[in-house]
């Protein structure tokens, strides 16, 4: 942790951004002073694992020259999921009003997230806004063509897996209100990497909660290196397929405890 630990009441009622590192020492300056600007009522929450290339340093640097930014040090890389669920707790016991996803590379741009914040406030009452690339609006710059057609194909088969309306389940920038994300149970969440979004956002839907996506224009990481790995796909296929497979049959389970009521019902006025 860094030496400034705000008091609770600095956070409380507040936006806290979560910004997970893992070797981000390039690219988290810009990330940080772009955020401070787009959004300078917020407070900000890096979380770093031990970032062999010292992004700690780095982040414990911009802390110490601003009250907004605080660090949170875990040792070794464990993987962003859990780095969420981290900086989640952390943002919760300080009683921030509302909890943002925000990656370090450049890829979600901070002055996107006054409008994430103005949809969670608006209308619909979310409980969950994603910044989304594939609604209409949405777009990437940069981005090779097989990564697009891995993003889309990826979302495509989760939409029709667990019939859950969002066009972009995997995508990281996103904003909690502070209540729906408290009542999600964060110590069940195993997954690490973007099934952690799919997760997160399924988990949503399935306590009633509503999610609204708000098209962003999504850029590559111009330096610094990703984590995406066959692995993480490979987490996010089996896992989605299973909750899939899961939901059919529970559907499958309640039409048979519905025909069989009927069945009894009828076969008790004959009777
Ligand atoms: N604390 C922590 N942060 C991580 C870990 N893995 C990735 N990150 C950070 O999470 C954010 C997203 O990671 P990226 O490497 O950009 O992965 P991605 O955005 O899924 O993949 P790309 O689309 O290729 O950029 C970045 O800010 C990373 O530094 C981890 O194990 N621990
Ligand atoms: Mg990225």
Redesign the pocket.
Known sequence: MSDHTPPAAEVRGGVLVV??????ATTLPTTLARLRAAVPDAHVLV???GSPDGTGDVADRLAHGDAAVDVLH?PG????GS?YVAGFRWALDRGAAVVVEM???G?HQPEELPRLLAALHGPAGPGLVIGSRWVPGGRVVNWPRH?EVLSRAGNTYTRLALGMPVRDATA?FRAFRADVLAALPLGEVASE??CFQVDLAWRVVRGGGVVQEVPITFV??AE?????SRA?VREALVRVTLWGIERHLRAAARAVVGAAGAVGHRVGRRT
């Not at 610094?224 to 995406?228: A, D, E, L, V």
């Open positions: 910004v997970p590192t893992y070797d981000e979380v770093d694992d875990r890389k464990q993987g962003l780095a990656d370090a590379d890829s990564r990281g990497g973007y590559e990481r610094g290196r990703s984590k995406m993480i």
